[in-house]
Each structure stands twice: as C-alpha cells, then as structure tokens.
C-alpha cells in the first residue's frame, strides 16, 4: 500500500510538473511549443480525409451536454444496482474537472488554430475541456470497472476499450482541428493529476466501505 502511495504521488508530481511545462510554453509562445504542435499535427496527416465521418461524430461525446447527459445515465444505473459512492466519485470528477479546467482557460486565453475548423467550436482553446473531460470519465470509468468487474478476461477488455475511447476523444479534437495538439496533451496531464488527487482521497473516505467490499469477494 505505501508503495502504491509513493508511485501515485510521484505520478502526481508528474503530471503538474509536465503540464507546469506546458502552461509556460504556450502562455510565452515558446519555439518548442510552436514545434510539438506542428510535429504532432504532422502525425495525425495520413488520418485525412477517410476518418472525417467518424471524428466529427465521435468528438461531440465530450460536448459538454452530451458528456452531461452520459454521466447522468451512469450515475443513475450505479445508484440503481446499489453503487451510489461510485456514483458520487464519478459525479465529483466530472464537476471538479469541469471547473478547473474553465479556470485555467479564463487564465491562459488562448485562441484557437486558425485552421479550417469541422466542427463548431466556441471559447479558449487551452486545454482542452474535451481531452479534461475524457481523462476525468473514461478515467473514473477504468477505476469503477476495475473494482467491479471480478471475471478478469471482462476486466482487462473494459479497461482497454476505456483507455481507447479516451485516447479516440483527444484524437478527435486534433483531426477536427479546433486544438492544438500542446491543449490536448496539457489537458491529458492537468487531468490525470486532478484524477489521482480525487482518487487518493475518496478511497481515504466515501469509498472506503466499496473498495473493503470488493477486496472480499
């Protein structure tokens, strides 16, 4: 459990550390930002066009209503089979995430690309309230499925397909090119530290009673 502890602080320390990096990049337009967002950008070119269908749907899953309206249905079902800590842990994430990462935009206020755009896009651009958002659900999806979900072939399919779905969301803002890719990657890390924060502490205290029960069956 301590080390568990020490490699959860450290990826904490990590993550704000890198994101710390980020935020200075862009906030004193740095050459080195202005590179990493061309290189990656350069990556993602064989994606187009054939994948424009799919990204231009797949994006809206992180609108704020929508992601709203999906985290709801959730919270819903684990009240209903009677997991309502999980649900407190998925409802705060979420809201907590929101929040921050509408802070951090009043902060920075940066523009977005001037590239052609494919999808509507209003607001600041760094981070990216889609790459926060898909960290902060999908992420509290992989931790809520790893303590349910016994049978361990379903177990490792439910975190795989996580971990893709969140990728896919950050993917998406790039190729539909309403972000640049150092907003996704800061989203990514600003997220994850936010994550383990609340992780850390809800298994300190609501959770206590869901992580006993499942460490028993």
Known sequence: MKRQHQFLGSLIILCYASFAVFYWGVTSQA????Q???TIYHWLKPLHPNSTPFFTLYTKIGNPLIISMITLAIVLILIFVRHWRWSVFLAINMVIGNLINHFVKSIVQRPRPS???LVVETGYSFPSGHATAAVMFFGSLILIG????KK???HHLWIGIMLIMLLLLGISRLYVQVHYPSDVTAGFLLALGNLTILWLIAAKTYLKPEIRQSNLQ
């Open 31 to 34: 050459a080195w930002i202005h």
């Open 36 to 38: 990493y967002d061309k």
């Open 146 to 149: 790893h303590f349910l979900i």
């Open 115 to 117: 590239l052609p755009h």
């Open 152 to 154: 361990k072939s379903w």
